[in-house]
Nanobody, 124 residues
Framework: QVQLVESGGGLVQAGGSLRLSCAAS????????MGWFRQAPGKEREFVSA????????YYADSVKGRFTSSRDNAKNTVYLQMSSLKPEDTAVYYC?????????????????WGQGTQVTVSS
């Protein structure tokens, strides 16, 4: 069982930056693929990014490519999402998720554990 706790959300102006963190419990964090998803008001939850075990593989949604960077520190059981050049359309609740599989995937069904989410609001 893995428990995930996101932090770092908040209110930021357009063009600004935020760094989200996701702390995981358990001793097998390094073996999980970690993903970030988001859900805007009135919309379906969507994929943002994913990062493989050794951080050598990362995968981003087209909407955030070049602006967001995912990283992980396996010694701290933590995954990060650095968000830059934020836009109002990035406003959403951001969730981290853990996948016991090997593939760095973008589909929600691939992920086994989910955090409670952290709100990111970007003002124009």
């Amino acid at each position: 069982q893995v428990q995930l706790v996101e932090s770092g959300g908040g209110l930021v102006q357009a063009g600004g930056s935020l760094r989200l963190s996701c702390a995981a419990s358990g001793r097998t964090f390094s073996s999980y693929v970690m993903g970030w998803f988001r859900q805007a008001p009135g919309k379906e939850r969507e994929f943002v990014s994913a990062i493989g075990w050794g951080a050598g593989s990362t995968y981003y949604a087209d909407s955030v490519k070049g602006r967001f960077t995912s990283s992980r520190d396996n010694a701290k059981n933590t995954v990060y999402l650095q968000m830059s050049s934020l836009k109002p359309e990035d406003t959403a609740v951001y969730y981290c998720a853990a996948d016991r599989g090997r593939r760095v995937g973008r589909f929600q069904y691939e992920y086994d554990y989910w955090g409670q989410g952290t709100q990111v609001t970007v003002s124009s």
